[in-house]
Structures are given as structure tokens and as C-alpha cells.
């Protein structure tokens, strides 16, 4: 079966520090990959997506950045952390291999900028 | 452009059927989704339903479809203190090759 990690679960960090978050996937080959953030009481915001290695495309435009170095590893960064982004991150992922990108939710990291 | 429209808040009596409302606009969605947060967690895939489907059922979870209307609801029967989470409305969005989810309801449960 399928299961997908992240890493850490929580995490607080200085205003203007770095940022490295990840998201691994097993059981699956070739996944579509997601970042979502989530900020508090409120919906999803889809942040990057990855088809494969090294393809990431952006859907808001911010401090973040996304790399795929690895075909079920999907990697979060930041070089320097604004207050704005503290929120729960989460990774998904889908198959490829069914038409409905149906997608399966990693168990997010609460990240606290100060 | 696409949206998918939520109430945020529900409350309802341990042991009372739930019903949660989403609507949505993209008349072309192949697939909608109901996810279940749970505080502190990653989202859970409840249930899903095809678009030519009215109806789904699935133990004490009843999805409805109204294709007219654009107009799905999530049915929870004999609703339980565990059931108390946020739940997702979500279309698959052909026309952008994504998913599109609600803001999310905050279900809670009274005594």
C-alpha cells in the first residue's frame, strides 16, 4: 500500500531563516507530487506541483520554491521565512495511472515563524 | 473562473444526520471529492462520486448530486463525536487539469 511522510511535524523558525521541508511517498511509482498551504481556520492553497523529476510548476507566486530531486521525494524551500508564512504545509500525491488525480494527503507540517 | 463554495460552520445534536452543502461552478467536473481534516491532521479521502452518478452510499456516508444545480451534499447519519472535523469539498477541474477544494466546514457535534 501507498503512504506518504513529511517531515517535521512541526517546526518554528526565525523570521528570515532558511527552509527546507520534505515530503517522501512509498508504494508508488511516478506519483504526481503537491505542496498545499493552509492557513489557519482556512482552505487550501495549492502552492507547487511536480509531474516528475525536476518539473515543478508554481501556481502562486511568492518566497517559496519547490524541487523534485528524486522521483517520490518533493521538497519545500525557502531562503529567507516571512511572518506570512506560517501555516500547516501539506503534501500529496497522485497516480498517474487513473484519470480521476484523485489526491492522498501527507500529515502536513505546522510551521510557526516568529 | 473556477470556485467551489462552502459553509463554513455546522452544528449538529450527537446522533442527528449531518448534511453539508457545497456548491460549484465548472459544469465540465468528471469528478468531486469529500475530505475530512481532523484538528492537527492531513486530509483524509472520504468518498468520491463520478458526474453521472446522483447518488453514492457508502456505510453512514450518503454524497447527492444535482448536476443542474451544480450542488453536491455530504450526508453523515447518526453523526458521532468522532465525526466532528472539517470537511473538504473538492471538483476536479478538467479544464485546468487540477483539483479545486471549498474552504471547508467546520462540523461540530453538541451532546
Known amino acids: 500500500s501507498q503512504t506518504i511522510h513529511q517531515w517535521p511535524a512541526t517546526l518554528v523558525q526565525p523570521v528570515g531563516s532558511p527552509l527546507s521541508l520534505e515530503c517522501t511517498v512509498e508504494?508508488?511509482?511516478?506519483?504526481?507530487l503537491y505542496w498545499y498551504r493552509q492557513a489557519a481556520g482556512r482552505g487550501l492553497q495549492l502552492l507547487f506541483y511536480?509531474?516528475?523529476?525536476?518539473?515543478i510548476s508554481s501556481e502562486v507566486p511568492q518566497n517559496l520554491s519547490a524541487s523534485r530531486p528524486q522521483d517520490r521525494q518533493f521538497i519545500l524551500s525557502s531562503k529567507k521565512l516571512l511572518l506570512s508564512d506560517s501555516g500547516f504545509y501539506l503534501c500529496a500525491w497522485s497516480s498517474r495511472d487513473t484519470f480521476t488525480d484523485t489526491q492522498y494527503f501527507g500529515p502536513g507540517t505546522r510551521l510557526t515563524v516568529l | 473562473g473556477e470556485d467551489v463554495e462552502q459553509s463554513l460552520f455546522l452544528s449538529v445534536r450527537e446522533g442527528d444526520s449531518s448534511v453539508i452543502n457545497c456548491t460549484y461552478t465548472d459544469s465540465s467536473s468528471t469528478y468531486l471529492y469529500w475530505y475530512k481534516q481532523e484538528p492537527g491532521a492531513g486530509l483524509q479521502l472520504l468518498t468520491y462520486i463520478f458526474s453521472n452518478m446522483d447518488m453514492k452510499q457508502d456505510q453512514r456516508l450518503t454524497v447527492l448530486l444535482n448536476k443542474k444545480d451544480k450542488h453536491l451534499s455530504l450526508r453523515i447519519a447518526d453523526t458521532q463525536t468522532g465525526d466532528s472535523a472539517i470537511y473538504f469539498c473538492?471538483?476536479?477541474?478538467?479544464?485546468?487539469?487540477?483539483?479545486?477544494f471549498g474552504s471547508g466546514t467546520r462540523l461540530s457535534i453538541r451532546p
Open positions: 508504494g508508488t511509482s511516478n506519483p504526481n
Open positions: 511536480s509531474v516528475g523529476i525536476g518539473q
Open positions: 473538492a471538483e476536479w477541474e478538467s479544464s485546468a487539469s487540477k483539483i479545486i
